[in-house]
């Protein structure tokens, strides 16, 4: 902040790696200069990029308050939602690298095809199960709520799942966000379909493909302690679930 009220501004070079499937053969990089505010996120350069530079730069986005998952993608490396990435914690003496996340089919500029990551999340069966007919809540203590807390703050977002180095050469394994979603339910004390969730990812391409490298855990935009909640799937695969 400059003087009282007034907010700084300055010139940030984002160098944003382009692929136009009709046109080009390999992605490239190219750089544009913004004029940003202390204030800013990332998602607001690339809008003022596609506003008033280029409208033909594609990225999806919704919400840009961090809750829809739309604007997942690579930021200096590193998988971030655009929209929570604040400019003034970036080092903006250099230019700000923005791609596509990775392992996913690339569609176009910072559009991946998120088909293959919610196919994965479909068939872990993410919803509750249970054949319980009450006739009012379905009541749950406090601790049985707790017991699974974490994975219910999940946006589907990606940013695990596209960081974890197992899903990049193996796009067939699960992923960190499937297991979440699997955690979810399987944690759930009303949910009575625990074990077949727990046999799909039991299989080839499931939870032991995890080779613990904390990526996912490191990526995730809500703070959800991926690597620990794939670590007891794993536990309940092995000694059965504990709620
Ligand atoms: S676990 Fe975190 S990083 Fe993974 S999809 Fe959910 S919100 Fe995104
Ligand atoms: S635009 Fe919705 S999470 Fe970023």
């Known amino acids: 902040m400059g003087e009282l009220g007034v907010v700084d501004s300055f010139t940030v070079t984002f160098i944003v790696r382009r692929f136009n499937p009709e046109t080009d053969s390999e992605p490239h990089w190219q750089d544009f200069d913004v004029e940003m505010y202390s204030t800013d996120r990332v998602l607001d350069g690339l809008h003022k990029i596609k506003w008033d530079q280029d409208g033909s730069l594609s990225f999806r986005r919704s919400c840009a308050h961090g809750i829809c998952g739309s604007d997942a993608m690579r930021i200096n490396g590193r998988n971030r939602l655009a929209c929570k990435t604040l400019i003034k914690d970036l080092d903006i003496s250099k230019p700000v690298y923005v791609e596509a996340i990775k392992g ?74 499937a297991i979440v979603a699997a955690h979810r ?29 904390f990526n996912c855990s490191e990526a995730c935009p809500r703070g959800i302690e991926v690597t620990k909640a794939i670590s007891e799937v794993k536990q309940a695969a092995i000694r059965g679930v504990r709620r």
């Open 185 to 213: 339910f399987i944690f759930d004390s009303r949910d009575e379909e625990a074990q077949v969730r727990l046999d799909i990812l039991n299989s080839k391409e499931g939870v032991w493909r995890c080779r613990t490298t």
């Open 104 to 177: 996913l089919p690339l569609e176009k500029d910072l559009i991946v095809d998120m088909e293959p990551f919610f196919a994965a999340y479909r068939e872990v069966q993410p919803f509750l199960q249970t054949s319980a007919k009450p006739k009012k809540e379905h009541l749950q203590s406090v601790e049985q709520r707790e017991r699974f807390d974490d994975t219910t703050k999940c946006i589907l977002c990606a940013a695990c799942t596209t960081s974890c180095p197992v899903f990049w050469t193996d796009g067939q394994y699960f992923g960190p966000a």
